[in-house]
């Protein structure tokens, strides 16, 4: 598995070169003071390209969608945030940490969302890391090391590839050791004095946004006693240096303000129990040892309940998944994760009609909610409702612009419901946003070549091929 993700990682050191290149700001000299706000966002988008085309972020809409309102809610809370551009962003992986990208890009890894104990402990990471962000300690890192080299660029991408997909800092650290020795240059590893100033900033937004400012403190504690006993852990420290002093600070800091006591929502629970069950491997052995628990587990939370629904269906015990969701949505109708997740389930039954009702209401209620959106979408698209399908996700359309992978279900509604012309600019933009420019081009150059109704469709589509156009012109200039 191993060789297999640094032939990955070779591949994309190789599209760095021939593709990013183009798209990467000129920093001009390294006399300048500092990148502007503006070459930091196009780096930070290229950045992104890159891992959407390979890292294993999470495509879920119920935790994608939880992640961007608790992101929101703590930049809402940090005034230096408010004239920047941020996208929370969630990595599949079995290692511990969380990174800032130029442009406000932050991942957070789902380990670090499951190890959290509180909400108010995954609020402090995220809080940290836009005080990151809102500071430039990435554009400043940048100047320092005279310009963004593309070696350090593909060096970057590599090393987390590796360090997401093996679960092991390790196999990271010796992927930037190989690469020209960056190993110390990586954006995200930051110096102690970033992460003082990020802990004050942090811990400040913490509590303005309601939550516990101690968090922060209870969360150091943690990956300073796990490092000493699980590799994961590791990661985390290493790019975010720990030293018992900086804890001290943070603790004396936490004390400055009023203490609460918070109760955690039930969907932090929810999703810390969904992205559980999404990371067990279906097995003979594990579907047995889960039935075997969860039966003798008395007392079993909400959570419990759910995560055990959910491995259920991934594991097709539909019955029992059934049995399990039918009793939570009678307790709690008005909950959207037990929808969504019995609107799933009938999907893989072949019964989607069920659930179409339920979803629409509960989209009535929540217009905003992403994960209601894409269920009611698959459900229309399951129960051959192709017209409703597309309907619902052109008018949601703004949400694609962090959940690209909308623009899939866009095609294929598109293609049911006989709008066979407008297939081609769904393609196109779907794969721009995944960095194959090449691709999109083909794609967006189809879609010129067929009859369309849509008296903008023309604009909008020259207007696209004349971005990726001006990527190249910018290439061609480089050379």
């Known amino acids: 598995m191993l060789k297999q993700l640094i032939a990955c990682c070779a591949a ?22 500092i990148i502007s706000l503006t070459e930091e966002q196009a780096l930070g988008d290229d950045y992104m390209r890159q891992l959407r085309a390979f890292a294993p972020l999470v495509n879920d809409a119920e935790i994608n969608d939880y992640i961007q309102h608790l992101g929101f809610k703590l930049v809402e809370n940090n005034l230096q945030a408010h004239d920047r551009k941020f996208s929370f962003f969630v990595i599949r992986s ?32 995220i809080g940290h890391e836009i005080a990151h962000v809102t500071q430039r300690h990435l554009a400043r890192r940048l100047e320092l090391q005279n310009q963004l080299s593309l070696p350090t660029l593909a060096a970057f991408a590599a090393a987390i590839l590796i360090g997401v997909q093996s679960g092991s800092a ?73 030293s018992r002093s900086r804890i001290t600070d943070a603790r004396l800091r936490s004390q400055e303000y009023p203490k609460r006591n ?119 698209i399951a129960n051959k409702q192709h017209k409703e399908a597309r309907k619902l996700l052109l008018e949601n359309i703004h949400m694609t612009e962090n959940t690209p992978y909308l623009y899939k279900l866009l095609s294929e509604a598109q293609e049911g419901s006989g709008h066979r012309s407008e297939v081609y600019e769904t393609e196109g933009n ?35 091929i004349n971005r990726i156009k001006e990527y190249l012109r910018q290439r061609s200039l480089r050379h």
């Open 12 to 33: 994309l050191m190789a599209i760095s070169i021939s593709l990013s290149a183009s798209e990467l700001p000129d920093f001009g000299s390294s006399s300048s003071k």
């Open 94 to 125: 079995s290692s511990i940490n969380a990174f800032a990208l130029p442009g406000g890009y932050i991942g957070i890894h789902t380990e670090l969302i499951r190890r959290s104990e509180t909400e108010s402990e995954l609020a402090s990471v």
């Open 170 to 242: 390790d196999a990271g650290q010796a992927a930037m050791l190989g690469t020209q020795g960056l190993a110390q240059q990586t954006i995200i590893n930051h110096t102690r004095s970033n992460e003082s100033e990020a802990d004050r900033i942090g811990i400040t937004t913490l509590y303005q946004a309601g939550f516990d400012p101690n968090g922060a403190v209870s969360f150091f504690e943690k990956m300073q006693a796990n490092s000493r006993y699980h590799s994961n852990a590791l990661e985390f420290l290493r790019t975010h240096p720990l």
């Open 262 to 380: 918070i109760s955690d929502p039930l969907t932090y629970q929810l999703i810390k129990a969904k992205i559980k069950a999404l990371a067990e491997k279906v097995t003979p052995l594990s579907i047995e040892q889960a039935e075997s628990s969860y039966k003798q587990e008395k007392n079993k939370s909400l959570a419990t309940q759910y995560e055990y629904a959910i491995f259920m269906i991934r594991a097709k015990k539909y019955a029992v998944a059934e049995e399990v969701l039918s009793s939570l949505r009678a307790s709690h109708p008005k909950q959207p994760s037990f929808a969504i997740a019995e609107a799933q389930l009938n999907i893989h039954r072949e019964t989607p009609e069920k659930s179409v009702a339920t979803i629409q209401q509960m989209l009535v209620n929540s217009p905003t909610n992403l994960a209601l959106v894409e269920t009611l979408s698959e459900l229309y």
């Open 430 to 464: 779907y794969l721009l946003q995944m960095g194959d420019l090449g691709g999109a081009r083909i794609q967006f150059e189809q879609a010129l070549n067929v009859h369309t109704d849509d008296p903008y469709a023309r604009a909008r589509i020259n207007a696209q």
